[in-house]
């Protein structure tokens, strides 16, 4: 990248530019002004021709617009806030040199100056910039492994949590999920229910049909229960086996027995043929349903508990149906 040089001397722009293109600085740029500075640099609107420079050599005293001016006009611009600005004065006044540096300077230079002493300055302002540069990038990189990393052990977490089979949660997920609704319901004191459901006869499902088609029942049966839930917080879990739970946050037992008879519904829906089941033709589920307002800690084993007893129930007396803890859970 370039190097500019900013003065309204046409002699010291020259001298400038002779030391540096002896230091073997070959992309040397110069500007009799801060305007003519701005339109190099493509301030205030980038153009095609505007350069990105390395470095800048900026005057102090200019006419129309001084050089603290115009050095804290460029480092006001993202793209040049870790360029370094080298002041170029006359004097060392300690208030003019303060101005400069709040301005956004790096360093000084004062004239008149002896060509090894402006080597010297230029070549630490570019080491600085330089350094500045590759360290920005290593953060970026830094950055952008941190992100696949994150993004990795997230998609990991997921997996962790995911049924193989199905792709709905799985047990522990379901540990997890209950245990962060529980308290969230416990704080907001409203209501939780759990549902609890089996396919009915799957063991004579798998017999007849083999596992093969059994694992397409059982994914089948996840997507139906996924598809009837229309709340984006009410989930479906495998719980084990062919037996699934679904946990609704905020919603009362008359609520829960409404979407558990949706979900009965729904893979009723699916009709699967279930030749070898006494229940019915077609693949049925019995399910069970418990409700609880949390007013402790927990979560209560209570509550799943009520529902395995209520969809105990439902299979014994007779499946494909659902039944409901009453009165229900308090904990």
């Avoid at 339109?39 to 420079?53: E, M, N, Q």
């Amino acid at each position: 990248m370039a190097i500019l040089i900013v003065d309204d001397s046409a002699e010291m722009r020259r001298i400038i530019r002779g030391v540096l293109e002896r230091a073997g600085h070959t992309d040397v740029i110069t500007a009799a002004s801060a305007a003519e500075a701005f339109k190099v640099l493509g301030i205030p609107r980038v153009t095609k021709s505007a350069r990105h420079v390395e470095l800048i050599l900026m005057d102090v005293l200019m006419p129309d617009l001084d050089g603290i001016s115009a050095c804290g006009r460029i480092k006001g611009e993202e793209r040049f806030q870790d360029t370094p600005v080298l002041m170029v004065t006359a004097t060392a006044e300690e208030a003019s040199l303060r101005d400069a540096f709040a301005a956004g300077a790096s360093d000084y230079l004062q004239k008149p100056f002896k060509p090894l002493v402006l080597q010297a300055r230029v070549e630490h302002a570019l080491r600085l910039a330089r350094e500045t540069e590759r360290r920005k990038q290593r953060e970026e990189e830094l950055l952008a492994m941190r992100e696949e990393l994150e993004s990795a052990n997230e998609a990991l977490r997921r997996l962790a949590d995911q049924d193989g089979l199905t792709g709905i949660g799985n047990r522990r997920s379901f540990e997890h999920s209950l245990d962060r609704e529980w308290r969230r319901a416990r704080r907001s004191k409203r209501p939780l229910s759990l549902i609890m459901a089996d396919i009915d006869h799957f063991k004579y499902y798998n017999d007849t049909y083999g596992h093969p088609a059994g694992d397409e029942c059982l994914k089948s049966v996840a997507a139906a229960f996924e598809q009837s839930l229309r709340r984006g917080g009410d989930r479906a879990f495998r719980y084990g086996g062919e037996e699934f739970a679904i946990l609704l946050a905020d919603t009362d037992l008359e609520g829960a027995v409404s979407v558990a008879e949706g979900l009965r519904s729904a893979v009723a829906a699916l009709g699967m043929r279930h030749e070898a089941s006494p229940v019915a033709p077609t693949v049925t589920v019995s399910v069970g349903v418990a409700a609880v307002y949390p007013a402790r800690g927990g979560p209560d084993q209570a509550l799943v508990d009520a529902a395995d007893q209520a969809l105990y129930r439902a299979k014994e007396e007779g499946r494909d149906a659902l039944r409901y803890a009453a009165p229900a859970v308090a904990a």
